[in-house]
């Protein structure tokens, strides 16, 4: 059975920096493209990043672009995203998921995904 685990959120101020996690298990990790997704409150889910099988190539969203960065361990099964410079537009759940092949920016075209971890920007 996959699970994926993230954790890390939290209520920080404008300008601040949150790292998250997404423990991953039930699943040959390294054989996955990694992505980070979020909801803000009366939004539809909006892909953030993904990150390729090895960690070389990466994608983001425009708006995170400079601030965010996504990578991974394959040897711990974990996908992590570093946000810097946070923002009150930031405010969402963030939600990471597995795609077993092909680049997508997609919700639909992934796997699986973790239960979301509420991250709040707010002074």
């Known amino acids: 059975q996959v699970q994926m685990v993230e954790s890390g959120g939290g209520l920080v101020q404008p300008g601040d920096s949150l790292r998250l996690s997404c423990a991953a298990s039930g699943l040959t990790f390294s054989s996955y493209i990694m992505g980070w997704f979020r909801r803000a409150p009366g939004k539809e889910r909006e892909f953030v990043a993904r990150i390729s099988f090895n960690g070389g190539s990466t994608d983001y969203t425009d708006s995170v672009k400079g601030r965010f960065t996504i990578s991974r361990d394959n040897a711990k099964n974990t996908v992590y995203l570093q946000m810097n410079s946070l923002k009150p537009e930031d405010t969402a759940v963030y939600y990471c998921?597995?795609?077993?092949?092909?680049?997508?920016?997609?919700?639909?075209?992934?796997?699986?995904w973790g239960q979301g971890t509420q991250v709040t920007v707010s002074s």
């Open positions: 998921a597995a795609r077993a092949r092909g680049y997508s920016r997609a919700s639909s075209d992934y796997d699986y």
